[in-house]
């Protein structure tokens, strides 16, 4: 099937930057969206960023202009560089994506395992 992989997580001081790496592997046809989420602990899983297969983006509110999502669709990999981190950006970071799989018309949406940013002095 498909598989997604996380990378770039670790702990980072207020006001530092981080850069996430998101690796697809499998029977991959083809990727739609790509996105980030993140759950603190005793949280609810929010949205981070999405970006499109043409390179359309959105962000939520509170990563606008800090945060950057990227794609390498020739890789399927997706990125997402982190500035002037806060506490508050602490969580677990999902990546996830809308792939079509097996030469079928309909998506699947996968998961990876998750990484952990930590922001702390």
């Known amino acids: 099937q498909v598989q997604l992989v996380e990378s770039g997580g670790g702990l980072v001081q207020p006001g530092g930057s981080l850069a996430l790496s998101c690796a697809a592997s499998?029977?991959?046809?083809?990727?739609?969206?790509m996105g980030w989420y993140r759950q603190a602990p005793g949280a609810q899983r929010e949205l981070v960023a999405l970006?499109?297969?043409?390179?359309?983006?959105n962000y939520a509110d509170s990563v606008k202009g800090r945060f950057t999502i990227s794609r390498d669709n020739a890789k399927n990999t997706m990125y997402l560089q982190m500035n002037s981190l806060t506490p508050e950006d602490t969580a677990v970071y999902y990546c996830t994506a809308d792939v079509r799989v097996g030469f079928v018309l309909s998506l699947t949406t996968y998961w990876g395992p998750g990484t952990q940013v930590t922001v702390s002095s």
């Open positions: 970006i499109g297969s043409g390179g359309s983006t």
């Open positions: 499998g029977r991959i046809i083809s990727i739609e969206t």
